[in-house]
């Protein structure tokens, strides 16, 4: 059967030439990178050289680039990390951020800080104005996603990164979804704090990073060895490190033709829905989002049942993030841009990679047609709607 994997956003493969450095850092180049002798030399040379693509990636320092386990770690560090340092004070964040900074302000309003989450538009975005109006004296931290993974809106990130500047409040950025989609230069946006992950932009799993600008401390999560700069203990995922890097590299090298073909078959998907079925809302804003994401809900239908139709034919794609999919909870993001709870349970996400291409596109809309005529057919919902027979206006567009 063919197979059309449109879940990029939850994960993507490890391209190639990734795997086999990491392989090579498995088997041959296996020393620790505290060791001082040759073995341990050389993987500490990998793990600079990943540092310095890494940071050229996002143009930093490579001395600001802390190696983590992924994205969730990055999110809790930096979080954590300013919150345990300054002891007590108010943080700021959006209602639709990934749970890796949700669960995690939550988890620091028990022990006594403050957070003010933020609402969002019908499109999924934060206003500045927001952001500059809920600073107070003891603020200590904003964080703000660079852009979401559910509905893949951009937020302005730049705009709050100046008023953030402004006001001498330090600015984190979740920037899993974004960092090689879009060009992240962390001078320009002004983040003082910015988390990456691996398998979002094709390497490893377990493998991710926190930009720390020059001078900003943190209070550790763990506590061990001195790794890192005393920053994260623990001996080093060489192998992980050097495919963060390589794939790092790849994204930025290849960023605005790659950006710009995903978006392509991103609009054929969009455009391909909206002509051929009826009672679709496209998601997130419209022209302010990843290259990579198409986010809809197809009304009088779950997405879960869409989700296993597509399943059966080979397609893969998600409903809600991957976080929570499998709980018929609607998602937090959908609820927070004004989506009526039974609308939001009707929510697939589709996110293309470097590898989809048109013909995957046709065959997923000559298998998403019907199967949701076939759902509709079966639900009472849809039985019941309002003036049964052709809507007027058909197919609406607009989030
Ligand atoms: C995937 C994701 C994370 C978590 O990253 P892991 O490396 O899987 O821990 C955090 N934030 C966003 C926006 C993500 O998409």
């Given at each position: 059967?063919?197979?059309?994997?449109?879940?990029?956003?939850?994960?993507?493969?490890v391209?190639p030439?990734v795997?086999?450095?990491?392989?090579?850092?498995?088997v041959?180049a296996y020393?620790n990178?505290s060791?001082?002798?040759?073995?341990?030399?050389?993987a500490?040379?990998?793990?600079?050289?990943?540092r310095?693509r890494?940071?050229?990636?996002m143009?930093?320092?490579?001395?600001?680039?802390v190696?983590?386990?992924?994205?969730?770690?990055?999110?809790?560090?930096?979080?954590?990390?300013v919150a345990?340092?300054?002891g007590?004070?108010?943080?700021?964040?959006?209602?639709?951020?990934?749970?890796?900074?949700?669960?995690?302000?939550?988890?620091l309003?028990?022990e006594?800080?403050?957070?003010?989450y933020l609402?969002?538009?019908?499109?999924?975005l934060?206003k500045?104005?927001?952001?500059?109006?809920?600073?107070?004296?003891?603020t200590?931290?904003?964080s703000?996603?660079?852009?979401?993974?559910?509905?893949?809106?951009i937020?302005?990130?730049?705009?709050?990164?100046?008023?953030?500047?402004?006001?001498?409040?330090l600015?984190?950025?979740?920037a899993?979804?974004?960092?090689?989609?879009?060009?992240?230069d962390?001078?320009?946006l002004?983040?003082?704090l910015m988390?990456?992950?691996?398998?979002?932009?094709?390497?490893?799993k377990?493998?991710?990073?926190?930009y720390?600008?020059?001078g900003?401390?943190?209070?550790?999560?763990?506590?061990g060895g001195?790794?890192?700069?005393?920053?994260?203990?623990?001996t080093?995922?060489?192998?992980?490190?050097?495919?963060?890097?390589?794939?790092?590299e790849?994204?930025?090298?290849?960023l605005?033709?790659?950006a710009?073909?995903?978006?392509?078959?991103r609009?054929q998907?969009?455009?391909?829905?909206?002509e051929t079925?009826?009672?679709?809302v496209?998601?997130?804003d419209?022209?302010?989002?990843?290259?990579?994401?198409?986010?809809?809900?197809?009304?009088?239908v779950?997405?879960e049942?869409?989700?296993?139709?597509?399943?059966?034919?080979?397609?893969?794609?998600?409903?809600?993030?991957?976080?929570?999919?499998?709980?018929?909870?609607?998602?937090h993001?959908l609820?927070a841009?004004?989506?009526?709870?039974?609308?939001a349970?009707?929510?697939v996400?589709?996110?293309?990679?470097?590898g989809?291409?048109?013909a995957?596109?046709?065959?997923?809309?000559?298998?998403?047609?019907?199967?949701?005529?076939?759902?509709r057919?079966?639900?009472?919902?849809?039985?019941e709607?309002?003036?049964?027979?052709?809507?007027?206006?058909?197919?609406?567009?607009?989030?």
């Amino acid at each position: 059967m063919r197979e059309v994997y449109l879940d990029h956003a939850a994960t993507t493969p490890v391209l190639p030439e990734v795997a086999q450095a990491v392989h090579e850092h498995l088997v041959a180049a296996y020393g620790n990178p505290s060791s001082l002798h040759r073995f341990g030399r050389r993987a500490r040379s990998a793990v600079e050289q990943a540092r310095e693509r890494v940071a050229r990636a996002m143009a930093a320092e490579a001395e600001a680039i802390v190696f983590t386990s992924g994205g969730t770690e990055a999110d809790n560090l930096a979080i954590r990390g300013v919150a345990r340092r300054a002891g007590s004070g108010h943080i700021v964040t959006s209602q639709i951020e990934h749970h890796a900074v949700l669960h995690t302000c939550e988890a620091l309003e028990t022990e006594g800080f403050a957070v003010t989450y933020l609402p969002v538009d019908a499109r999924g975005l934060v206003k500045p104005e927001d952001v500059a109006a809920a600073i107070r004296a003891d603020t200590i931290l904003v964080s703000i996603m660079a852009a979401n993974n559910e509905v893949g809106t951009i937020q302005p990130l730049a705009e709050i990164g100046a008023l953030c500047r402004e006001r001498g409040v330090l600015l984190h950025s979740d920037a899993v979804q974004a960092f090689g989609q879009l060009p992240l230069d962390v001078g320009a946006l002004n983040v003082d704090l910015m988390s990456i992950s691996a398998h979002k932009v094709y390497g490893p799993k377990g493998i991710g990073a926190l930009y720390v600008r020059r001078g900003i401390r943190l209070a550790p999560l763990m506590y061990g060895g001195g790794h890192e700069r005393r920053r994260r203990p623990g001996t080093e995922n060489v192998p992980g490190i050097v495919g963060l890097g390589m794939a790092a590299e790849i994204m930025q090298g290849e960023l605005p033709d790659r950006a710009r073909s995903m978006a392509a078959v991103r609009d054929q998907l969009i455009r391909g829905i909206g002509e051929t079925i009826s009672d679709v809302v496209l998601n997130g804003d419209p022209v302010n989002r990843l290259p990579n994401n198409a986010n809809f809900c197809f009304r009088y239908v779950e997405g879960e049942s869409i989700l296993l139709a597509l399943d059966s034919k080979g397609i893969a794609a998600s409903s809600g993030s991957a976080c929570t999919s499998g709980a018929l909870e609607p998602s937090h993001v959908l609820v927070a841009m004004g989506l009526p709870h039974d609308l939001a349970q009707g929510s697939v996400r589709f996110s293309v990679g470097r590898g989809t291409s048109a013909a995957d596109i046709e065959y997923v809309l000559g298998v998403l047609g019907p199967a949701i005529d076939r759902l509709r057919k079966m639900s009472p919902l849809y039985a019941e709607r309002a003036g049964d027979g052709p809507r007027a206006g058909g197919t609406s567009q607009e989030g």
